[in-house]
């Protein structure tokens, strides 16, 4: 079963925009990590976010972490035809060895 | 530095039949996990290894099976082929494991007819 739930499930947006997309877990975690997928091509790393960090930046993106509500956002500012793909949050599941996938969210920037 | 490398790149098969899966991991890199991706969904976590040894197996059957050499590389192994088996089959590696960046390869497409 899927540990993480992002929201939205699908997002469109104007090029230069502003994209946030969401992600809620169930447990206990460790770390929590974003993931890009192009075309159901192999995932590229974003940013991992230690339960221990509240805010995180790398570049265009921000991802926050909220534990006391089990959430966390990734914001992309400045959006670009390039950033269009798949969005996925994983956690680690309280120390499990093994990632937790969400959904993903489907990110399309129009030109 | 080469990043992961998993092969082949595509596979078809027919139902029953037998199928492997290898990944090379970044040098350097001890862990090596394997995920199923059906198409739509996020990726299922199905083995981790470390040092040679399975450290986390998710919500697969026995049908499914891996291991990993001494030089870290790692197969996957499905026998019995179903058609619900046909999925993105993606390998990821890392120096120790979830507690840090997973560095994942291209992947395998399965298809089972």
């Known amino acids: 079963s899927q540990q993480g739930e992002e929201d939205p499930q699908a997002l469109s947006i104007q090029e230069g925009e502003n994209a946030t997309m969401n992600c809620s877990y169930k447990t206990s975690i460790n770390n929590l990590q974003w993931y890009r997928q192009n075309s159901g091509r192999g995932l590229v790393h974003l940013i991992l976010?230690?339960?221990?960090?509240r805010e995180k930046h790398s570049g265009r993106l921000r991802v926050t972490l909220d534990t006391s509500k089990k959430s966390s956002s990734l914001l992309i500012t400045a959006s670009r035809a390039a950033d269009t793909a798949s969005y996925f949050c994983?956690?680690?599941?309280?120390?499990?060895?093994?990632?937790?996938f969400g959904q993903g969210t489907r990110l399309t920037i129009n030109p | 530095d080469a990043g992961v490398t998993q092969s082949p790149t595509h596979l078809i098969k027919t139902r029953g039949q037998q199928v492997t899966l290898r990944c090379s991991p970044i040098?350097?890199?001890?862990?090596v996990s394997w995920y199923q991706q059906v198409l739509g969904q996020g990726p299922q976590f199905i083995f981790q290894y470390y040092e040679k040894e399975e450290r986390g197996r998710g919500n697969f059957p026995d049908r499914f099976s891996a291991r990993q050499f001494p030089n870290y590389s790692s197969e996957l192994n499905v026998n019995a082929l179903l058609l619900g088996d046909s999925a993105l089959y993606l390998c990821?590696?890392?120096?120790?494991?979830?507690?840090?960046?997973?560095?994942f390869g291209p992947g395998t497409r399965l298809l089972v007819l």
């Open positions: 976010i230690r339960s221990n960090e």
């Open positions: 040098s350097g890199h001890k862990s």
């Open positions: 994983a956690t680690d599941a309280g120390g499990a060895q093994k990632l937790v």
């Open positions: 990821a590696s890392s120096s120790q494991g979830t507690r840090e960046t997973q560095y």
